[in-house]
Protein backbone atom coordinates (compact mmCIF):
# COMPACT_ATOMS: atom_id res chain seq x y z
CA UNK A 1 0.00 0.00 0.00
CA UNK A 2 1.79 3.09 -0.75
CA UNK A 3 0.21 6.22 0.95
CA UNK A 4 0.94 9.83 -1.11
CA UNK A 5 -0.11 13.47 -1.71
CA UNK A 6 -2.20 13.45 -4.59
CA UNK A 7 -1.45 15.53 -7.75
CA UNK A 8 -3.42 17.22 -10.77
CA UNK A 9 -2.61 14.14 -12.61
CA UNK A 10 -4.65 11.84 -9.86
CA UNK A 11 -7.66 14.07 -10.68
CA UNK A 12 -9.55 11.85 -12.75
CA UNK A 13 -8.74 8.63 -11.23
CA UNK A 14 -9.76 10.28 -7.78
CA UNK A 15 -13.15 11.59 -9.39
CA UNK A 16 -13.96 7.95 -11.06
CA UNK A 17 -13.09 6.90 -7.33
CA UNK A 18 -15.44 9.16 -5.75
CA UNK A 19 -18.19 8.94 -7.88
CA UNK A 20 -18.16 5.00 -7.47
CA UNK A 21 -17.86 5.28 -3.45
CA UNK A 22 -21.00 7.92 -3.65
CA UNK A 23 -23.28 5.26 -5.95
CA UNK A 24 -21.74 2.08 -3.25
CA UNK A 25 -22.53 4.36 0.17
CA UNK A 26 -25.78 6.45 -1.12
CA UNK A 27 -27.43 4.38 -3.36
CA UNK A 28 -27.61 2.10 -0.25
CA UNK A 29 -28.70 4.99 1.74
CA UNK A 30 -32.15 5.33 -0.92
CA UNK A 31 -30.64 8.07 -2.95
CA UNK A 32 -31.66 7.79 -6.36
CA UNK A 33 -28.74 7.46 -9.02
CA UNK A 34 -29.98 10.61 -11.01
CA UNK A 35 -29.53 12.37 -7.89
CA UNK A 36 -25.86 10.48 -7.22
CA UNK A 37 -24.57 11.02 -10.70
CA UNK A 38 -25.34 13.75 -13.38
CA UNK A 39 -23.49 16.15 -15.49
CA UNK A 40 -23.87 18.96 -13.35
CA UNK A 41 -22.54 17.38 -10.11
CA UNK A 42 -19.65 15.56 -12.09
CA UNK A 43 -18.47 19.24 -12.80
CA UNK A 44 -18.89 20.53 -8.96
CA UNK A 45 -16.84 17.40 -7.98
CA UNK A 46 -14.02 17.76 -10.32
CA UNK A 47 -13.64 21.05 -10.00
CA UNK A 48 -13.97 20.77 -6.10
CA UNK A 49 -11.01 18.12 -6.39
CA UNK A 50 -8.84 20.28 -8.30
CA UNK A 51 -9.36 22.77 -6.29
CA UNK A 52 -9.19 20.69 -3.28
CA UNK A 53 -5.36 19.21 -4.85
CA UNK A 54 -4.12 22.56 -5.83
CA UNK A 55 -5.24 24.74 -2.36
CA UNK A 56 -2.19 24.80 -0.26
CA UNK A 57 -4.30 25.75 3.25
CA UNK A 58 -5.72 21.59 2.32
CA UNK A 59 -4.53 18.02 1.97
CA UNK A 60 -5.10 15.30 -0.58
CA UNK A 61 -3.86 11.44 0.21
CA UNK A 62 -4.10 8.98 -1.87
CA UNK A 63 -3.91 5.14 -1.50
CA UNK A 64 -2.30 3.70 -4.15
CA UNK A 65 -2.27 -0.61 -4.44
CA UNK A 66 -0.45 -2.06 -7.48
CA UNK A 67 -0.61 0.99 -9.49
CA UNK A 68 -4.55 1.11 -8.76
CA UNK A 69 -5.79 4.08 -6.45
CA UNK A 70 -7.96 2.93 -4.25
CA UNK A 71 -8.72 5.42 -1.08
CA UNK A 72 -8.39 9.08 -1.25
CA UNK A 73 -8.89 11.62 1.68
CA UNK A 74 -9.31 15.41 1.96
CA UNK A 75 -8.91 17.44 5.21
CA UNK A 76 -7.65 21.05 6.08
CA UNK A 77 -9.15 24.04 7.88
CA UNK A 78 -13.14 23.69 9.25
CA UNK A 79 -15.74 25.25 7.19
CA UNK A 80 -16.71 27.28 10.13
CA UNK A 81 -14.25 29.70 11.03
CA UNK A 82 -16.42 29.20 14.53
CA UNK A 83 -14.08 25.99 15.45
CA UNK A 84 -10.43 25.78 16.35
CA UNK A 85 -10.37 22.66 14.42
CA UNK A 86 -8.93 20.47 11.55
CA UNK A 87 -11.78 19.21 9.13
CA UNK A 88 -12.11 16.09 7.76
CA UNK A 89 -14.08 16.56 4.41
CA UNK A 90 -13.76 13.52 3.20
CA UNK A 91 -12.57 10.17 3.02
CA UNK A 92 -13.64 7.64 -0.18
CA UNK A 93 -12.30 4.09 -0.60
CA UNK A 94 -12.93 2.02 -4.08
CA UNK A 95 -16.28 -0.06 -2.90
CA UNK A 96 -14.01 -3.42 -4.27
CA UNK A 97 -12.03 -2.59 -1.54
CA UNK A 98 -13.78 -2.02 1.87
CA UNK A 99 -13.21 -4.14 4.64
CA UNK A 100 -8.91 -3.70 4.14
CA UNK A 101 -7.95 -1.35 6.35
CA UNK A 102 -7.37 1.18 3.57
CA UNK A 103 -10.35 3.81 5.38
CA UNK A 104 -8.48 3.15 8.65
CA UNK A 105 -5.10 4.18 7.58
CA UNK A 106 -6.34 7.50 5.82
CA UNK A 107 -7.93 8.27 8.61
CA UNK A 108 -4.95 7.86 10.96
CA UNK A 109 -3.38 10.62 8.29
CA UNK A 110 -6.30 12.69 9.77
CA UNK A 111 -5.42 12.13 13.48
CA UNK A 112 -1.16 13.13 12.34
CA UNK A 113 -2.64 16.01 10.50
CA UNK A 114 -4.77 17.37 14.11
CA UNK A 115 -1.14 16.56 16.14
CA UNK A 116 0.89 17.95 13.58
CA UNK A 117 -1.33 21.15 13.66
CA UNK A 118 -1.34 21.26 17.84
CA UNK A 119 -5.03 20.90 17.20
CA UNK A 120 -7.46 18.77 20.00
CA UNK A 121 -10.78 18.87 17.90
CA UNK A 122 -11.07 17.28 14.61
CA UNK A 123 -14.70 18.13 12.46
CA UNK A 124 -16.74 16.29 9.80
CA UNK A 125 -20.01 16.03 8.20
CA UNK A 126 -21.72 12.60 7.45
CA UNK A 127 -25.03 12.19 5.37
CA UNK A 128 -27.48 10.47 7.72
CA UNK A 129 -28.34 8.27 5.83
CA UNK A 130 -24.78 6.68 5.12
CA UNK A 131 -25.07 4.24 7.90
CA UNK A 132 -21.39 2.90 6.58
CA UNK A 133 -19.49 5.62 7.05
CA UNK A 134 -21.27 6.63 10.96
CA UNK A 135 -20.72 3.04 12.14
CA UNK A 136 -16.68 3.76 10.54
CA UNK A 137 -16.57 6.93 12.56
CA UNK A 138 -18.38 5.77 15.81
CA UNK A 139 -15.86 3.18 15.67
CA UNK A 140 -12.67 5.61 15.22
CA UNK A 141 -13.93 7.88 18.32
CA UNK A 142 -16.22 10.01 16.91
CA UNK A 143 -19.37 11.58 18.04
CA UNK A 144 -22.09 13.79 16.75
CA UNK A 145 -22.44 17.21 18.13
CA UNK A 146 -26.02 17.37 17.66
CA UNK A 147 -25.86 20.12 14.55
CA UNK A 148 -26.49 19.20 11.23
CA UNK A 149 -26.70 21.14 7.88
CA UNK A 150 -28.93 20.46 4.79
CA UNK A 151 -27.97 17.66 2.62
CA UNK A 152 -29.84 14.86 0.60
CA UNK A 153 -32.52 12.65 2.09
CA UNK A 154 -32.80 14.80 4.71
CA UNK A 155 -29.38 16.02 6.29
CA UNK A 156 -25.92 15.60 6.87
CA UNK A 157 -25.21 15.13 10.54
CA UNK A 158 -21.81 16.69 11.90
CA UNK A 159 -19.74 15.23 14.38
CA UNK A 160 -16.77 16.09 16.34
CA UNK A 161 -13.22 14.34 18.19
CA UNK A 162 -11.44 15.63 20.93
Not at 59 to 82: I, K, N, Q, T, Y
Not at 106 to 119: A, I, P, Q
Request: proline letters at 7%; a negative charge.
Amino acid sequence: MDVREATPADLDRIVDLHTRARIAYYGAGGLPAEEIVNPELAREQRDGWAVAIGAPHKHVRCVVVDGRLVGVLAMGPPHSSEVDAAQLYQIHVDPDCWGRGIGSTLHGLFLCHLKVEELSVGVLEVWERNARARAFYTRHGWHPDDTSRPGPLPSIDCGRRS
